[in-house]
């Protein structure tokens, strides 16, 4: 299988602070990985020296061929599309207008084209009627499927997804997974950070475990949940299924 991304050796510091340590981490055409671990761990700084928010400091990360580095940060990101948190909408545009003002002043397409990608890809995630609202008459739920529409209008790659439930109240997580799990479902290449280990046992190939910036596992759904895993990783389950049953708990 062909790696989408590969990463060799991959150190980060912010300052005197050691955020990645050494990471190696291969992730085939296709294959749908979720990194996983406690806060501060580098799950996020990792994910986002994917496409050029974040720059590494030493080692190799190869997307689709091309090295990550500062001269590369647009291909990086014609390559791959990035869920947030937050959800990163503009406020004073419609859900329409967020999916096309990349198109439109990036891609250079016409409204017309534009539009027509908008609304095929805001139908998949299923906020389509939404399309003339602003950020404001939308729901968390609603404004992050319009978030992975406006990602997905690109037509990248590479679909990144950084904790994108973590802002999200129980109800509008579900609608959010769903999306994810039917966008599994079409091919596309996803790397996720999220602590939803429901969605990590129904749809990743390899759930990878980061703690203090070092992969500690790197394993298929059935290993990695089953009872061989790793001592750390069987705490922080534990500590995340807790979570879940605490209002407000899921947040990282």
Same mark, same amino acid.
């Given at each position: 299988?062909?790696?989408?991304?590969?990463?060799?050796?991959?150190?980060?510091?912010?300052?005197?602070?050691?955020?990645?340590?050494?990471?190696?981490?291969?992730?085939?055409?296709?294959?749908?990985?979720?990194?996983?671990?406690?806060?501060?761990?580098?799950?996020?700084?990792?994910?986002?020296?994917?496409?050029?928010?974040?720059?590494?400091?030493?080692?190799?990360?190869?997307?689709?061929?091309?090295?990550?580095?500062?001269?590369?940060?647009?291909?990086?990101?014609?390559?791959?599309?990035?869920?947030?948190?937050?959800?990163?909408?503009?406020?004073?545009?419609?859900?329409?207008?967020?999916?096309?003002?990349?198109?439109?002043?990036?891609?250079?397409?016409?409204?017309?084209?534009?539009?027509?990608?908008?609304?095929?890809?805001?139908?998949?995630?299923?906020?389509?009627?939404?399309?003339?609202?602003?950020?404001?008459?939308?729901?968390? /739920?609603?404004?992050? &499927? !319009? *978030?992975?529409?406006?990602?997905?209008?690109?037509?990248? +790659? @590479?679909?990144?997804?950084?904790? =994108?439930?973590?802002?999200?109240?129980?109800?509008?997580?579900?609608?959010?997974?769903?999306?994810?799990?039917?966008?599994?479902?079409?091919?596309?290449?996803?790397?996720?950070?999220?602590?939803?280990? /429901?969605?990590?046992? &129904? !749809? *990743?190939?390899?759930?990878?475990?980061?703690?203090?910036? +070092? @992969?500690?596992?790197?394993?298929? =759904?059935?290993?990695?949940?089953?009872?061989?895993?790793?001592?750390?990783?069987?705490?922080?389950?534990?500590?995340?299924?807790?979570?879940?049953?605490?209002?407000?708990?899921?947040?990282?």
């Amino acid at each position: 299988m062909q790696a989408a991304v590969s990463l060799s050796s991959v150190q980060k510091w912010f300052g005197q602070t050691h955020v990645l340590k050494g990471v190696d981490l291969d992730v085939g055409e296709g294959q749908r990985v979720v990194i996983c671990g406690p806060s501060g761990s580098g799950k996020s700084t990792l994910i986002r020296c994917l496409n050029g928010l974040e720059e590494h400091d030493e080692g190799t990360i190869l997307i689709h061929g091309t090295t990550a580095c500062r001269d590369t940060v647009a291909e990086l990101r014609r390559q791959t599309g990035m869920v947030f948190q937050s959800f990163n909408l503009f406020p004073h545009k419609t859900a329409l207008e967020n999916c096309t003002v990349g198109l439109i002043h990036a891609q250079g397409l016409s409204r017309k084209s534009a539009e027509d990608r908008a609304r095929h890809y805001l139908a998949r995630v299923q906020v389509l009627e939404h399309a003339g609202k602003y950020p404001a008459q939308l729901s968390g /739920g609603q404004q992050q &499927r !319009v *978030a992975i529409a406006r990602a997905l209008t690109l037509e990248p +790659r @590479i679909m990144l997804f950084d904790e =994108p439930t973590s802002a999200l109240d129980p109800e509008m997580i579900r609608e959010v997974v769903s999306t994810m799990e039917d966008l599994a479902t079409s091919g596309m290449t996803m790397i996720c950070v999220t602590h939803e280990m /429901g969605f990590a046992r &129904r !749809v *990743a190939d390899r759930v990878v475990f980061i703690d203090q910036g +070092r @992969i500690v596992e790197n394993r298929a =759904p059935s290993e990695f949940f089953g009872p061989t895993a790793n001592a750390r990783v069987q705490a922080f389950l534990a500590q995340v299924g807790r979570s879940m049953h605490h209002p407000g708990g899921s947040k990282p």
